[in-house]
């Protein structure tokens, strides 16, 4: 396998590697195409070589070949020429670097060999400093070429250094051959360079890196304001993966030039270097942040610990916005943020977004712009959590119909707004809040802040429970007045317009109708149902007469044969109930007992009741008078027991759940 160097299955190799510039924004199936000729070079190369002595490591629009042979200079050097032939033919711009080093093979998780080591590492650092004007390459591989002279028209020149943060430092050179002269081009070397760089390769992110880094010392540039202008919508999306772009920055991509150079005056840069914190769990601020450099990992999200891993639950990429839920609600932060890369963040606080942008009249369209952006996140983060909508679980009204909840939610988009309540006044009634065109129609949540209700319950109402405090919604939920009076502030409400949840469909309109009178001046129920009714097949003539009366008396109901929709798993459906349901409802008879189905209902229960810290989730229901209590499973004979033909038993039952005051969870 060539010459050995470092630990047991480390090989030294030659490595050539190339990148595709601006591929990503070009039609799907011009990149087919070209991937479909890079893969055609590298074959050729493989197939003139000893059998397993070349390997390709792919990475989408280009990636790395590497030559474990002891002779691998000429065939190195061949598809060097070869890829910039193939460059210059088709006029598709193309990054090429050679470097030299140590490998160790391992087995891939799909059976193909797997390369790491410092020097693929080096290899695919070294491409994103370089541009498709000059064939760049390491000191190692040129020593590598001069001692062998296989190539006396190949030529070297230049040398520059570029220093690695982490890996050691060395000379980079140009590498010439008979037909093409390389250049430096625009490799960047500071801020300016920078950002010639960045608009050359399109990289609308680090433009905007680089413009403010310049604009924080010369904030008349006009370098930078000629560079915005070329900024373009498919420029600014979300980076998924190293050779994947996500959708279009819900509101930068969405902005004029005036706008754009407008928001990127007020937003303030933010660096921090590797395993920093952005910010901590719980701690308060106002700002919210665009990434434009490197990835943020979420931690302890909503104080939830690690769950025993050092693994993010979630990791942000260039382009995504963090910290936008504090930034909108006034409440302190929600999850630990920290940098996995270094990071440079642009930051924006409530105030510059709502106030000093807002002075002038092309800083007024943008903050249109991030006012439209928050509202939809405070709808989602709302839905999420309120089980009157759609609930942590998925399973509340806008998960009915035959649409994806997503659906529903983009709906609901277009006719949200979030409030901001002037509290000089201590008593809030709806005509305090509600927009004058809109005749005050709509759904009205509390989501920061906390209120009391001016009934005789004085019951304090808090934002991050997510109370309803008013509804209006012709032909859906009457008109219910309130008095509210102020406890805590800022005051921030989320007003649904009427119009948009009259466009959701009937089975989400219709659900919306029972869950929403139980949500008013109330927090919000983190459970969608009262009871999961777990029982036989065979019992349902006289289960669902149980259903009818609970159902009678506005005690909500998952059964399976109304809440399990055709293609859906029936585990999962199961599962789901269960979560989203208050209690169990044992509805136990014989066939009950010969159930192996219902028996598993009853077990997951159990194990969510450890879950919960609770216990007590599950209460039995016999359903014929004369049955015994070996029917009963032994793991649940300690609950009470209810008898169905015993109707002031089922009257106190119902009352019980009528109550909701003794919430299992």
């Not at 901590?280 to 990992?297: A, H, K, N």
């Not at 405070?378 to 399973?395: E, K, M, S």
Request: charged share 20%; glycine share 8%.
């Amino acid at each position: 396998m060539g010459d050995s160097a470092g630990p047991p299955g480390a090989h030294t190799s030659g490595i050539v590697s190339c990148d595709i510039v601006g591929h990503s924004a070009a039609d799907v199936s011009r990149q087919l195409s070209r991937v479909a000729e890079l893969n055609e070079i590298v074959a050729s190369t493989i197939a003139t070589s000893p059998a397993g002595q070349v390997v390709w490591a792919s990475g989408g629009d280009g990636g790395h070949v590497l030559f474990l042979q002891k002779s691998w200079q000429q065939p190195a050097l061949d598809l060097i020429l070869a890829l910039r032939t193939w460059s210059d033919v088709n006029d598709v711009p193309l990054r090429i670097t050679g470097h030299h080093g140590v490998v160790a093979s391992v087995p891939g998780a799909d059976g193909r060999v797997q390369m790491v080591g410092n020097a693929i590492n080096y290899a695919g650092w070294l491409l994103t400093q370089v541009t498709h004007e000059g064939i760049v390459v390491s000191d190692a591989f040129r020593r590598e070429i001069v001692v062998t002279e296989t190539d006396p028209v190949t030529t070297f020149s230049e040398p520059r250094s570029i220093p690695h943060t982490e890996l050691p430092p060395q000379l980079l050179f140009l590498m010439s051959t008979d037909g093409f002269q390389s250049e430096w081009g625009r490799a960047p070397q500071g801020d300016h360079d920078g950002l010639e760089f960045a608009v050359a390769q399109g990289g609308g992110w680090d433009l905007l890196y680089f413009a403010k880094r310049i604009w924080q010392v010369n904030s008349t540039d006009r370098d930078v304001m000629r560079a915005l202008e070329d900024v373009r919508p498919d420029h600014l999306r979300y980076q998924r993966t190293t050779s994947e772009m996500g959708d279009v920055n819900p509101f930068f991509g969405h902005l004029s030039t005036d706008e754009l150079q407008e928001v990127l005056r007020f937003g303030q840069l933010v660096e921090r270097r590797r395993g920093e914190f952005v910010c901590r769990y719980d701690e308060p601020g106002d700002t919210m942040w665009v990434i434009l450099r490197g990835r943020v990992g979420v931690y302890n999200s909503e104080g939830d610990g690690f769950g025993g891993t050092a693994k993010p639950k979630h990791v942000q990429q260039q382009g995504e916005i963090v910290g936008e839920l504090a930034f909108a609600l006034s409440r302190n932060r929600t999850a630990d943020l920290v940098a996995l890369t270094d990071v440079a963040l642009l930051s924006f606080s409530y105030e510059d977004a709502q106030l000093r942008m807002a002075m002038t009249k092309v800083g007024e369209t943008a903050a249109r712009q991030v006012s439209a952006f928050i509202n939809y996140r405070v709808l989602q983060h709302v839905g999420d959590n309120a089980p009157y909508l759609l609930g942590t679980n998925r399973t509340g009204p806008l998960a009915m119909g035959s649409r994806p909840w997503e659906y529903a939610l983009a709906v609901l988009r277009k006719h949200c707004e979030l409030l901001v309540v002037d509290t000089r006044s201590l008593d809030l009634v709806l005509d305090d809040i509600a927009p004058p065109a809109s005749r005050g129609r709509g759904l009205y949540i509390l989501v920061a802040g906390a209120v009391r209700t001016g009934d005789s319950r004085n019951s304090l109402l808090k934002g991050k429970d997510f109370p309803v405090l008013w509804t209006d919604v012709p032909n859906l939920v009457p008109a219910q007045p309130g008095t509210y009076r102020v406890h805590e502030e800022p005051v921030k409400v989320l007003r649904i317009a009427a119009e948009g949840l009259e466009e959701l469909e009937a089975p989400q309109r219709q659900a919306l109708r029972r869950t929403l009178p139980r949500a008013l001046a109330s927090p919000a129920d983190k459970y969608e149902f009262d009871v999961f009714l777990c029982h036989s097949k065979r019992d349902w003539p006289l289960v669902s007469q149980v259903r009818n009366r609970l159902a009678r008396a506005n005690i909500s109901c998952w059964v399976d044969e109304e809440h399990t929709p055709p293609g859906i798993s029936v585990t999962e459906s199961m599962e789901r109930g269960l979560r989203s349901s208050r209690y169990l409802l044992a509805c136990v008879s014989a066939d009950f007992a010969q159930s192996a189905w219902a028996q598993h209902e009853l077990r997951a229960i159990l194990h969510l009741d450890v879950q919960r810290r609770s216990g007590n989730s599950i209460l039995v229901l016999m359903l014929n008078e004369h049955d015994g209590d070996d029917l009963v499973p032994l793991f649940v004979r300690d609950a009470k027991r209810i008898n169905y033909a015993n109707a002031g038993e089922f009257d106190a039952l119902m009352t019980f759940l009528q109550s909701r005051d003794t919430a299992a969870g």
